[in-house]
């Protein structure tokens, strides 16, 4: 296969079929819950991966060639680009997201990369005009180049940070152009190796700075949408300044930055912060920052971001019920930040691992509001706090009682009844409402 052009559109043939190009659970205009599959589930591409990873590691070169026939360097790119739109096509899948690198190539200096990157912002633009798919975030790659080595908007150069400044400026303008309606901030280098070499208070303050002058120019030119900042623990920087949800949340509170602000949540990145991705997602939620995902598994015997396509049903499922308890996708949508594994080197491996993370998700997706219809998990959540609906539990929930009172209500308490947890019966629940009939 040298194109996605000649190949059949990837259809929903259902559970039964054996046709690996087809999808099995994702139906993308079957409603569900008042809504269509694709608007749930809102799919993104991940330009990184899919059109520009070309399978090198540490330990070895490149295992596929992404040129796609081409050897002029903006023709390299025109090319990926038409190849996207069309896989995208094929795939029903609806928007795409990138890093400014991804998209144009490299230039000698920073003018001539920012003319080829405008370049193919325009190139996309026209796609756009023949295409329904929409951008659904850029991000500007800070943290490749060698001049962000000690971060960008961290850095202790402040030449580097007026790059960096640069850099967001065009990725939001190409934002407003492209109908993108997310602008993501993954920490790429913003965090420190050692403490010897680092003012952490100033280059956090810096950090703020930074995003409170990209919300203020992105305001200023019309963009409408959510700037997100995506959790990481760790990887390049040994500690990231992101580590994860619940210390993002802290610094957008502490720096006035929550409304503007909200999160892309990356599951590898949970399982790297010793956390679910679930977890994540239900910080997010609980904070009202929920906004995106980064689909993806990790492995859990590798101690780094593996990025691999996801294909675990049980946490899709987890992963939706939080996405539909926050009220389903809005300005965000689920990219798959997920590569092909390095030997899986063909086009034919790239549309099977994205008609498995589809169908994975489309699973969580369908599985999820069985097991919110099935009510036996919310039910017991709810009711393992009814000793806070009424007597001693209601006033503490009010605010109407103190210290005092409840020094004297617990001494006057002769037995104390805790209930069981029920874990193992639970789990049973989600596997019934999984694999029976
Ligand atoms: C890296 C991040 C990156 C962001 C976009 O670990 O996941 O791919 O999603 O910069
Ligand atoms: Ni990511
Ligand atoms: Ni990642």
Not at 7 to 20: A, H, M, N, R
Not at 21 to 28: A, G, L
Not at 35 to 55: I, N, P, Q, V
Not at 133 to 162: C, E, H, I, Y
Request: net charge negative.
């Amino acid at each position: 296969m040298k194109s996605y052009k000649d190949i059949k559109k990837v259809e929903y043939l259902g559970p039964t079929s054996k046709d690996p190009f087809s999808f099995k659970f994702y139906n993308p205009d079957e409603v569900i819950a008042g809504k269509k599959m694709r608007e749930h589930l809102k799919f993104a591409l991940s330009w990184w991966h899919t059109m520009d990873y070309c399978g090198v590691d540490m330990f070895g070169g490149p295992t596929e060639d992404k040129n796609f026939g081409q050897t002029d360097p903006m023709k390299i790119y025109e090319a990926k680009a038409d190849l996207a739109f069309d896989l995208m096509d094929k795939l029903s899948i609806d928007y795409y997201c990138f890093h400014d690198v991804d998209i144009a190539p490299q230039g000698k200096i920073y003018k001539e990369t920012l003319a080829n990157f405008n370049h193919m912002v325009d190139y996309l633009a026209k796609k756009q005009e023949t295409h329904s798919q929409r951008l659904l975030w850029s991000t500007a790659n800070n943290f490749g180049d060698k001049v962000f080595m000690n971060g960008a908007a961290t850095s202790p150069n402040a030449d580097v940070f007026a790059l960096a400044a640069a850099k967001v400026k065009a990725c939001i303008d190409a934002d407003v152009r492209l109908g993108g309606t997310a602008y993501v901030f993954w920490g790429g280098r913003e965090g420190y190796e050692t403490l010897l070499n680092t003012n952490m208070k100033l280059e956090q303050d810096n950090l703020a700075r930074f995003f409170k002058m990209a919300r203020d120019y992105g305001r200023s030119v019309g963009f409408k949408g959510d700037y997100l900042l995506e959790p990481k623990p760790k990887e390049p920087t040994k500690h990231q300044y992101d580590f994860d949800s619940a210390t993002c949340c802290n610094f957008l509170r502490t720096y006035g930055l929550l409304g503007d602000f909200k999160l892309n949540i990356e599951a590898n990145h949970a399982t790297l912060a010793g956390h679910t991705f679930q977890h994540e997602l239900r910080v997010a939620r609980d904070n009202g920052v929920f906004c995106s995902i980064d689909a993806n598994q990790g492995d859990y015997l590798l101690g780094w971001d593996t990025d691999q396509f996801p294909t675990d049903v049980y946490n899709a499922l987890y992963a939706m019920y939080e996405v539909i308890k926050a009220g389903g996708f809005k300005n965000g949508g689920l990219n798959f930040d997920a590569k092909t594994r390095r030997p899986s080197n063909t086009l034919e491996d790239i549309l099977l691992a994205y008609i498995a993370g589809m169908d994975t998700f489309a699973l969580g997706l369908r599985l999820a509001y069985k097991l919110i219809e099935d009510g036996r998990i919310d039910d017991f959540v709810n009711h393992r706090y009814d000793s806070y609906k009424s007597g001693i539990g209601k006033k503490i929930v009010d605010g109407t009682t103190d210290f005092k009172e409840l020094a004297e209500y617990a001494l006057n308490n002769e037995e104390i009844k805790v209930e069981s947890g029920r874990q193992e019966y639970l789990e049973t629940i989600v596997n019934e409402v999984m694999f029976g009939k």
